[in-house]
T-cell receptor
């Protein structure tokens, strides 16, 4: 599969579980992003990784823990989540040039997360 | 903080009519303005973007205009078709190391056949 892929596509977990979301990009990009999409809210940026370093943590609770082992893969580790964390979690990637930045972000299909 | 406002939240038009969605941004350093289309159950996809050194850009039935002084930018869709029905998001970015996009709240466009 080309582009940006995410697994799993759907996830139901209890508040005491630990799970991980996976994102993989096949576009040769070197910046990756996690977004949260809830009903009736704008897309909320959670984390940004540029050249495998975390460059932004947008005041996200510590129960969300990102990991970027290389420029093609991004994980979001989840533990002790709350019901209000139920949402669509979208991964995106872009090419970063290091000067004024490169802008177009390509999104994955998302993981629909339900916390019970 | 940085903010992007988008209006209207819902828009219903007849097939063949035009649709206009408007956004305003707060960060005067913003220099890149993409528009994404998200169909039900699918990922957001870029449909058009504009940079701050340009006032207007067109791609077939879609156009975007930018007024930097007023910090406004708008999406114009002409000759709408039922397949244009989706949620449209505007966004603004000042680029830099994070290439962070600040998104609007979205507009649900319904094109009635």
């Amino acid at each position: 599969e080309t582009g940006v892929t995410q697994t799993p596509r759907h996830l139901v977990m209890g508040m005491t579980n630990k799970k991980s979301l996976k994102c993989e990009q096949h576009l040769g990009h070197n910046a990756m992003y996690w977004y949260k999409q809830s009903a009736k809210k704008p897309l909320e940026l959670m984390f940004v990784y540029s050249l495998e370093e975390r460059v932004e943590n947008n005041s996200v609770p510590s129960r969300f823990s990102p990991e970027c082992p290389n420029s093609s893969h991004l994980f979001l580790h989840l533990h002790t989540l709350q019901p209000e964390d139920s949402a669509l979690y979208l991964c995106a990637s872009s090419r970063y040039t290091g000067t004024e930045g490169s802008y177009e972000q390509y999104f994955g299909p998302g993981t629909r997360l339900t916390v019970t | 903080g940085e903010n992007v406002e988008q209006h209207p939240s819902t828009l219903s038009v007849q097939e063949g009519d035009s649709a206009v969605i408007k956004c305003t941004y707060s960060d005067s350093a913003s220099n890149y303005f993409p528009w994404y289309k998200q169909e039900l159950g699918k990922r957001p996809q870029l449909i058009i973007d504009i940079r701050s050194n340009v006032g207007e850009k067109k791609d077939q039935r879609i156009a975007v205009t930018l007024n930097k002084t007023a910090k406004h930018f708008s999406l114009h869709i002409t000759e709408t078709q039922p397949e244009d029905s989706a949620v449209y998001f505007c966004a603004a970015s000042s680029g830099g190391a994070t290439n962070k996009l600040i998104f609007g709240t979205g507009t649900l466009l319904a094109v009635q056949p």
